[in-house]
């Protein structure tokens, strides 16, 4: 296991080109603006679904129909239409982000007990205090939920993105493939594993903290 | 017989659930444990099929120790019955009744068709058989898992609140076929309920638990009703025990008088009851025979606009009137006894 | 896009074979390995919370990574399928092992009880009793992993070994839309039928499903 690359430590300067952290960096900020993006579109439809009971077969659905795309088939196909650069892929990775973060959402609201929205409205909660004060914290441990599953699906495909043209840690994978420097595929794989599993135990503990300890049993991954 | 010998039952916790309880189901009879929650009443059922075991002490069927036998092979001869029934939800209500003849290596074609016998014994329609547990209401489950439990024939039964998980008009008729079935099939069996009620209509034999395990009294329900052992045991049994009490007695000996005395008494040609002729026409009429209980009898004369019950003979031909006096004469002749 | 389907006929045939038992292949060794792990999860009940554990932290690893790391772990060559099958089964063995612990520790605690008081011996019990009514539950886990395993399948591609994933590379490289289409619709509909036949098999095996109130 050829380890070369990763412990040289001019691959670890913070204002180098390409170098690691650079990399961290700026693999995170991608993962970061898809996940915002796509929750910021998907959440309020998925919460509005699932207050309302229309269209609940496309939230229903959504979840299983983002798990069918092949990543790097719409990663490369958003490319080949729309060119190279950050926008297509960015296209791509909210595409992914979209049906996890919508239909947790939807089945957040949905697994809320009645009588407890009835009962905030029986002590004179008007619809907005019901919705922010009752319904979404009860909606949380689902909601977060799916927002990890969303995050882990990002920080994977933005790995995979570097194949076509996307600055992240994919980068040390795909360069080290293309020039059989295999200790730099090695670095860039085990970075990249440690960043998804520390990002994934950072998000449980935020889970955990802001989900009521009344409902901790319920928060499952 | 079901022995218990000074059993004990003490969780690591702390908690005592039974307390040297010493205690004999006779062979054959229906012995109701009843008493508040936690009180041991489960904990002792539960050591019977060994679901449970003793901290110390023994229990005993037919003078065997069952920590002697096979767990398995024990489970296989006594039914178990529970509230909510415990169905398999995956396998229909045939194949639920099935199952312990199967475990015991009956063909399934065989232990199939027996099944569908015992779902006719326990009231279900043939039609039942193919549906599963999920579309049976729960007093129709109830009714399954008590088939399920008789399905091997077992000797011994043990049933743990089976009826409380119905509403009360469900339960009133699962009691009567519940007796029913005793009539016919005479099993060992032990109860467990919190409802003094309900072991005092179905129990040959009572036996009373305090919380933390101990036994309080044992006797039938009309020792329990009219020499109750403590103020615990006459505070379970409600405040109107006397009253249900008369339930055991018989309106045999009770002396009537001759209708003439009742000249607002109206009778057909065969001399039947047909009802009381008030000021606001004829009010009809209930009528009691000297087989009824006294309880029966005293109910009558409370709800007569008149205060008077009517006896009839095999025939339903009136035979005699009892006024509300003559009852109480009566009771406190008894007493006297 | 239908010129290029029949121009390319062959490529895409062999593309979509290689495809099918790269994603299936993981998904049944996969779940034949997680049944006795879940149920361990279930038989120690101190094993649950290290299993789910370990199995999170599994799934958390980026298929790309995994794949690469594999050939230092099995000595295998980068570019071997092997690669794509044992880290697909590492995916699948990650989740459905948590599943099969979830869906047997579903299973109502009464009807557990009631077996054992009819005089079920344990392995019996297991059998008979608490994996079939957990089944509905594995099977919605195994529908989600061979889902996502048919996805991932193709970021083999990247490689040297990817079923459909081919003609995204080649797509790619040659700037030509076709075969990316192509590629990502047969990959979607190949999911989608995947899906299809598990909710049929679960239809099937588990008839008194459709009796019970909402299901998985």
Redesign the interface.
Known sequence: MNLSYLFDPAHWSLTADGSIPQLILSHLYYSALALLIGTVIALPIGLWIGHTGRGSFIAINAGNAGRSLPTLGLLMLMVTLLGLGLLPVLIALTMLVIPPVLTSAYAGVRAIDQRVVDAAKGVGMRPRQVLTKVELPLALPVMMSGFRSAALQVVATATVAAAVGLNGLGRLLIDGLAVNDYSRVLAGAIVVAVLAVVLDLVLAFAQRRIVSPGLRERSSR | MITFDDVVKVYPGGGTAVDHLSLELPTGRTTVLVGPSGCGKTTSLRMINRMISPTSGRVLIDGEDVAGRDEALLRRGIGYVIQHAGLFPHRTVLDNVATVPMLLGRTRRQARTDALGLLERVGLAPEFADRYPAQLSGGQQQRVGVARALAADPPIMLMDEPFSAVDPIVRAGLHREFLRLQGDLGKTIAMVTHDIDEAIKLGDVVAIFRQGGVLAQVGTPRELLESPADEFVAEFVGRDRGLRSLSFDTAADLPVRPLAEAPDLVLDEASRPIGWRTGDGIHKIATFTSDDSLRLVTDLAITSPTGIAVRVDEGGKADGIVSHHDLVDHLAGRKKK | MTTYLSNNWETVLTALRQHIWLALLPVVVGFVVALPVGYLGVRFPWLYHPL?NTC??L????????F??LP?VLGTK?LSPLNIVVALTIYTVALLA?TVA?GLRSV?P??V?????????RTRRLVD?EL??A?PVILAGL??AT??N???V??G???GV?G??Q???R??QL???EP??V??IL??LL??AA?LVIVLIQRLV???TR??GGAA
């Not at chain 3, 799934?59 to 995994?66: D, F, G, N, Q, T």
Request: proline fraction near 4%; charged fraction near 10%.
């Open positions: 789910v999170g932290v799934y958390s690893i980026p298929s790309l990574a995994l690469v790391f230092v980068i948590r979830d109502d009464l009807v009880q009631s077996a054992t008081a009819m005089g079920y011996r009793v079939p009514v089944l529908r989600v889902v996502a048919i996805s991932l193709s970021v591609a990247l490689i990817g459909l994933g003609l995204f590379t797509g790619f700037f030509y839309v990316i289409l590629g990502v990959s979607v999911a989608g899906d588990t008839p008194w009796f019970q």
